[in-house]
């Protein structure tokens, strides 16, 4: 094994993400004085209808169906243990297994778009904290699982792209996709695209059927029972943006209002330019993967809520201008500043809109009950109603609920402060 060998790389992107994570659990139990809580109430929401699941029912209540969950394969992971302290401790366990997961595939990429040396080593371990995959562990969501399948998914098109063989485990990412979150369907519908364009009809036509058949299953599930095919969750965040008024065009212009939204494009338009590229070209699969679900999210996705839904697209867009770009650098200088250059650049951009921590309105969103559960009030859109979870949070506890979405930019305030300091 070299020392910037792939299994070098993959190791110190893992080390990195523990370390990153570790880091990010100490800021939080400092904000909370100690207490170790999932900082968004979601989480207990589905640890709620794991619950409700295990004893044959569905919702957040028990006897109350209701259509709660916008990641069905996420709250069947949460099954086990159901009712018992224990249970609590999956989302951590799945979130941490993903980090894990991702970090590793990210080292992978990073060797095989090119990245060799001392640099290379410094850019996998600072990659799970520089894009937030870290950030995203602590929520204790389902969106760490998804971008790490995400990131297997492009792992596997650029080993196809390799061998000319579609690998096994492609098969069940595309599946798995669109169970983990709605934005999973635009990558999994992208794999057939790609696969059919290279002739390969029999193949495409079965992972069209994976990408799409398991989330139909899910639909018609809903559908049985008598509750909304759409997620009650997705409905409101859809009402609050423009898509539902103005169309996919009206969401875009929404989303590039912001820091992420220009980022997120940047990127697509990135993997999309090497195309004009000898290079470029033969790696085309790449570019179907990586700009085409960028800018379905621009079109169609949200943006922000914690900053935790654009996560996996901005890892899967610094991973496409990688495999795309750094094989074309020529000088080795170059090529081994480039990687650590666009990861840092990418942490920095994070940093300015990753500020949720002090503006979120935590006011009026919570209720501490007799028994000390949490109530979880919602406004969203029309609607209003409270929903009720297995939350044991005080209420001084809630004012760090976001604390894991402005990890730069309390890092980076320390840092200013010691350096005033010490000057």
């Known amino acids: 094994m070299t020392p910037s060998g792939p299994r070098s790389l993959a190791v110190a992107a893992v080390a990195g993400a523990a370390g990153g994570f570790a880091l990010l659990a100490a800021v939080i139990l400092s904000a909370t004085n100690g207490v170790a809580e999932y900082p968004l109430d979601d989480v207990y929401i589905h640890l709620a209808i794991a619950e409700q699941i295990a004893s044959g029912g569905y919702g957040v209540n028990a006897g109350e169906a209701a259509s709660a969950s916008s990641s069905p394969l996420y709250s069947l992971l949460l099954v086990p243990f159901a009712g018992t302290d224990f249970q609590r401790l999956l989302p951590l366990f799945w979130n941490l297994l993903a980090l894990g997961a991702a ?30 995959i870290c950030g995203l562990a602590t929520a204790g969501m389902e969106h760490t699982l998804h971008l790490a399948f995400s990131l297997a998914t492009l792992w596997a098109i650029v080993r196809y792209v390799d061998t000319g063989r579609l690998p096994g485990w492609l098969f069940p990412c595309v599946a798995i996709l669109p169970l983990l ?28 059927t994976l990408a799409v058949l398991p989330l139909t299953a899910s639909v018609a599930i809903l559908y049985g029972l008598g509750l909304p095919v759409m997620p009650n969750s997705v409905a409101a965040k859809l009402a609050l943006g423009a898509v539902t008024t103005g169309g996919p065009l009206a969401q875009m212009a929404e989303n590039l209002t912001g820091s992420s939204g220009r980022l997120l494009l940047g990127l697509a338009l990135g993997c999309l330019a090497a195309l004009a590229t000898s290079s470029g070209r033969a790696m085309w699969p790449v570019v179907v993967v990586t700009a085409l679900p960028l800018l379905a999210h621009l079109f169609a996705g949200q943006i922000g809520w914690y900053n935790r839904y654009e996560g ?10 990688l ?83 402005c990890q730069w930019r309390r890092l980076k305030n320390a840092a200013w402060q010691s350096a005033a300091r010490m000057g």
């Open 103 to 132: 970090s590793w595939l990210f080292g992978l990429i990073l060797w095989r778009a090119g990245a060799r040396g001392p640099a290379a080593i410094v850019t996998a371990f600072i990659v799970p904290l520089s894009l937030n």
């Open 181 to 208: 979150r709605p934005e999973g369907i635009a990558l999994a519908l992208c794999v057939p695209l790609v696969v059919g364009l290279r002739r390969e009809l029999r193949s495409a036509l079965v992972l069209a």
């Open 312 to 321: 996996y697209s901005i890892s899967l867009g610094v991973a496409g201008i």
């Open 323 to 405: 495999l795309l770009w750094l094989p074309r650098m020529r000088t080795a200088a170059v090529r081994a500043a480039m990687p650590l250059v666009l990861v840092g650049f990418v942490g920095l951009i994070y940093s300015r809109y990753v500020d949720t921590c002090t503006r979120q309105r935590a006011r009026g969103l919570f209720a501490a009950g007799p028994d000390g559960a949490v109530r979880s009030r919602f406004r969203q859109g029309t609607g209003g109603g409270e929903r009720s979870g297995p939350c044991r949070m005080a209420q001084s506890e809630l004012r760090a609920r976001s604390v894991w979405s």
